[in-house]
């Protein structure tokens, strides 16, 4: 219970029950720094330090994405002073705790600021108040679930009588199921509204890094090859989390040349409903990579561009392998919370699935090694990372009390668009008018 001040002294306010809401966003929307604070990591709000991330090479950033060689953290403080404070006139104003106290920093503001301040002027009228809840993406789901459950425990309960409703974008659902369903936290929420989730992952996230394809960007922050990709992307355990799991709706995500099938180790084929086994074939025809190129413990990325320790590399790539299935395949399935709300993006041009073409050349007479390239398939029924598909597969489930489908603008815009913003703040309302959940 706090007063909200009705003069400009102060001396005369009126006692409001503040209600939480935690933002929970998704992979690479946390900003990140070295745990003992020296540098950064991650950091969108930064240019200059961006472009420097870029600058680096395939084998410092491996390092540097791999949370067990750079152990970090999110960072306090909002990067620009000017978002640090509401405007005059604010009801936000009100609350008592400024930005930074409700953990705003730990987000980026590039990708979540417009749409933390739109919720929060939409409900502080009401009492409610937004927290961001940033976390190390890097890191696996299952441990930063656990770390959601604490800071909900730790940091928001003490702060009000009532328990808070979770609203999730991508990656940040899977957090949060993983939250609710391994760590004990679905009797601590009132309510998830989950918006644009890969519930059971995306297509894209298996055939960026089997085809070597990143836009934009990421072209240079993550990497340019099949091979950057994979050593770039290896101790980022979140990664594997989103590529589709047994679970994936669509049950043919994946098309491949029988010719393949025979130059596999173990030989193929690999059915869909066990994804991990194909994830992990080891001579890279369906596989991620081919485990032997790793053993020579340096390998050439592409235009002599070099990552070491690849021995290393591989034991965490497949290590994460092994987590994605614990994840999927074991411990949060299809898990939806009882009072769960959907927003699902789509008309935008989304990687659905991919297919795999044998090719084998000859030289004089003579049959070369085989080798795999692929094909990314797209369609309109996604928000340019999510297929709808994924986003919309727990309307189905009996928790899944519905939602809305949005379009206009593309996964990564899609929290600080005026139209999702609304759609939260009704679905807020709706966990609210059914139920006000006390501790």
Partial sequence: MRGVPVTRDGRQSLSREWWPVVLVPGIMGSRLEKADGSDRIWDPDRTRFMLWLMAQSADARTRLYNPRLTPGRTMG???D?????????SLELGIGRSRNDRNWGSVSWTHYGAGAAGIQNDIASEGGVVWCFGYDWRRSNLDNGRLLKEFIDNTVRPTSPIKPIIVTHSMGGLVTRAACAVNGMES?????????MPTHGAAEAYGSMKHGSMSGPFRFLVGNSHLEIACV?????????LMPSQLYPNRSWLAVDSRIDPYCVPAAPYPL???YRLYRETKGMVGLVCHETFNADVVNVG????VNNTRRVLRTLLDNIDEAERYHSQQVRDYCHPRTWLIAGTDETTVVSAALQFHQDTAYGVALNPYVTGDLNESSEGDATVPLSSARVLENHANCQGGFLVSGFVHAE???????INAIG??????????????
């Fill in 303 to 306: 235009g002599n561009t070099y």
């Fill in 188 to 196: 601590m929420v009132a309510g998830i509204i989950h918006t644009m």
């Fill in 426 to 439: 009704d679905l807020i309302r709706r966990i609210r008018a059914e139920s006000i959940d006390r501790w």
């Fill in 81 to 89: 002073a000017d978002n640090r404070t509401p405007p005059d006139g």
């Fill in 233 to 241: 992307s290896s101790g980022v355990s979140g990664m594997f989390q």
């Fill in 414 to 420: 899609s929290t600080n668009q005026p139209t999702v």
């Fill in 273 to 275: 409903t066990d994804p």
């Fill in 77 to 79: 403080t909002i990067y």
